[in-house]
């Protein structure tokens, strides 16, 4: 989060106010600025790239829509990456749901402790740990987050890859101080429970 | 701090999101604790970890992709717009709306007028209303229950101002209340069944009534309401000049101006303005003079001056 661009006409807030006198130009100033970061939330929510860019999209066309209701209180970057959130979401339940006429189902959730928290966890391979080059290592921590429950998973993803405050996490997903703290603190454990699994410590 | 709790605010901790009380009390506990110093060593590595998955970058059209989809919402949206309210033309249209209402309301005002004008209408002499006629008849039962309903809703509220004028006032009534049913019948296919309902077809019957009236038949008193301009009185005496200068003295009496006085064809020809609410005294004061038709006859219920044409003729 650019703190210099929090005023002037450079600011989110002035290209916001710009875009909505009809400078689309400003709104395109928006777009270049937020693009990434709220294509890296989706695509860690969906974890199909293409689906990730849809989602971008469609977040950005219903941000314009929507431009008039942006609180000016609001953070900009915050505002943006819920809705890329909330499209997100109907996504994967789009694809949840197309999954779920599927006859058998490979990836149910596997109930670990209190609730939901694991998806599909790595099988236990101890001989890697040494071993792991540093991409392994990258594609071991990733599964270890896509097993995550999808409340878990998005505070992890603000926090620790997109480098939100708590305040903007319980802004953007709706949630009090409080339940952001313990999921996040649930969530790491749970990253830390399967990386210590899957290679046998850390 | 307990154990339990200490070790739920680890992650926490690592993020400085304590307060300072907390993380004295942490700190304290991990002095002490060689299990949390340990979790608190792997938490922060797991962090690290975490941190190390990389950025996708968007795909090079992405930009120009969503402006497109934008660009396309932003036409709509102005499209929708233009339509419906230019912002150039936002005033104006107002201002034809602000006008449009005012018309409406001052041509309702002038035109919907409640019963009690038949009690303000003026006597017409016998041209008009062929009183004789009407008494061997008697007052005609009316042939609708909704007439029937209206009578005693209008006469007693007629404060007669002469004998014979009530006698004569009567028979107009009369004579729109056959109009008024045979309108009715002509609409038989929907007949009104309230008083609500009739007399708001007597008034939409005003509205329509102007150019439906032939100028030969005696003007119905549902169409005397709305006069059409100006109004034109016909006097039958004997002695035009006389009673010429009789009626600019009583136009002047009553408030009015004369326009012009002149003789064609044998015929005095007065043409002025008086006050609206003063033409029923100019109506009776020109009927006092002699056989006299008005047309329209007044209705006494119109605001500021109206124009009147006098022609007088020797019979």
Request: aromatic share 4%; charged share 30%.
């Amino acid at each position: 989060m650019d703190e210099q661009k929090t005023t002037g006409v450079d600011s989110d807030a002035g290209l916001v106010a710009s875009a909505l006198q009809g400078d689309l130009s400003a709104f395109e100033a928006l777009v270049r600025r937020h693009q990434k970061k709220m294509l890296n939330v989706a695509y860690q929510i969906t974890r199909d790239y293409d689906e990730a860019c849809e989602v971008v999209q469609e977040a950005f066309l219903s941000a314009y829509k929507n431009l008039k209701r942006f609180r000016a209180e609001a953070k900009v970057s915050t505002w943006l990456v819920a809705i890329a959130i909330n499209c997100a979401r109907n996504r994967r339940r789009q694809i949840a749901s197309r999954r779920a006429r599927m006859p058998l189902s490979l990836d149910a959730p596997i109930r670990i402790g209190e609730g939901d928290l694991m998806r599909d966890p790595p099988s236990n391979d101890p001989s890697a740990l040494e071993r792991i080059e540093e991409e392994e290592l990258r594609r071991l921590v990733q599964r270890c987050i896509d097993a995550l429950d999808a409340d878990f998973k998005e505070v992890l993803i603000l926090r620790d890859i997109q480098d939100f405050s708590y305040e903007e996490i319980g802004e953007a997903l709706a949630l009090r101080g409080g339940t952001v703290k313990s999921r996040l603190s649930r969530a790491r454990e749970a990253v830390k429970d399967c990386l210590q699994k899957t290679m046998g410590g850390l | 701090m307990d154990h339990k709790a200490a070790r739920k605010k680890l992650s926490e901790y690592l993020d400085d999101a304590v307060a300072d009380e907390e993380r004295r009390a942490i700190e304290t506990h991990l002095e002490s604790c060689a299990s949390c110093r340990d979790a608190l060593a792997e938490l922060r590595q797991t962090i690290g970890h975490i941190k190390r998955i990389e950025d996708v970058d968007p795909p090079p059209w992405m930009t120009s992709r969503i402006m497109a989809h934008v660009r396309e919402e932003a036409q709509r949206k102005w499209s929708w717009r233009r339509l419906f309210a230019p912002a150039v033309l936002r005033p104006a249209m107002s201002g034809v709306a602000i006008a449009f209402v005012t018309a409406v309301a001052i041509y309702v005002y002038q035109n919907i007028q409640p019963e009690v004008s038949f009690r303000e209408m003026p006597a017409l002499p016998e041209a008009a209303a062929p009183v004789g006629q009407e008494k061997e008849k008697g007052p005609a039962p009316p042939p609708k229950k909704v007439l029937s309903e209206m009578r005693p809703e209008a006469t007693p509220k007629a404060a007669p101002p002469q004998r014979r004028e009530v006698a004569q006032d009567q028979a107009i009534k009369d004579r729109a209340m056959e109009d008024l049913s045979r309108k009715d019948e002509e609409k038989a296919a929907a007949p009104p069944t309230a008083m609500a309902g009739t007399a708001a077809q007597v008034r939409e019957e005003m509205m329509q009534a102007p150019g439906a009236a032939a100028p030969a038949a005696p003007p119905a008193p549902a169409e005397l309401a709305r006069p059409a301009a100006p109004y034109r009185f016909t006097l039958q005496a004997k002695d035009t000049d006389a009673a010429a200068t009789e009626i600019k003295g009583k136009i002047a009496r009553l408030g009015g101006t004369v326009k012009s006085s002149q003789v064609s064809e044998g015929r005095r020809i007065i043409r002025g303005e008086v006050p609206a609410t003063k033409i029923s005294g100019l109506s009776r004061a020109i009927g006092s003079l002699g056989p006299m038709t008005a047309t329209p006859a007044p209705s006494g219920y119109n605001k500021g001056n109206v124009e009147i044409l006098v022609v007088i003729s020797s019979p």
